[in-house]
């Protein structure tokens, strides 16, 4: 662990190694163990701790005891958190609301299985790296997962983290596209960029459990982000 990294991101990357190494076979420990064995602060633990619950490595119930979901610190396998990428490279996730909303959309509503003319949840943000904008989202869900999130405050929140805590919907799979796409003057007015910057743009549909309960798209801003996957 870097000496220079933040305390809690270095108990961060270190459980993520240990989880990778399958040192959480038995169960994984509460918070106060792990903050009692790290010798810091409850705080300081649930800092370090986030990101995993954020991506679905842990579950992210309040009350109960924490379980991995997944031995594969990347999370969700192929679909991958932004929010614990941020948080993985050391910045602050931060998120900019521009619609929290029941709405319909047709392909939105077909994609994750709903009659065309059924509502849906509709939640779109600009995201942040330290208060920089390197993603543009648009986020759909069924209105009965999303109608309890109309009033949540995104601005230091995944919705992941708040699907499972209000549903107990965890994002196991799904599939995306992502291509290759030059700003237009939107994303570069939304992203603070030039016209013509390279940006990658990323269809998603999440499921749980098999079903699909997320349609996501948006653009990530080349030059100030890169995903990596491991297979």
Known sequence: MAASAPRWKQIHDDLRARIAAGDFADGFPGELQLAAEYDVSRGTMRHALRPLRESGVLTANRGQRPRLLTTSPSAYGAIYSLFEIISHSGQEPLSDTLAQEIVTDARAAERIGLPTDAEVFHLARIR???????????????????????????????????????????????????????????????????????????????????????YRTGVLLGTELSITHRF
């Open 128 to 214: 942040r790296a330290s208060g920089r904008p390197v993603a543009v989202d648009h986020v759909w869900l069924p209105s009965a997962l999303g109608e309890p999130m109309l009033t949540t405050d995104f601005t230091h929140e995944a919705v992941y983290h708040v699907l499972a805590e209000t549903a107990n919907v965890h994002i196991d799979g799904g599939h995306e596209d992502v291509s290759a796409i030059l700003a237009g003057p939107d994303e570069a007015r939304l992203l603070d960029c030039a016209i013509g910057a390279a940006l990658l743009r990323f269809e998603r549909v999440g499921t749980s459990g098999g079903q699909p309960v997320e």
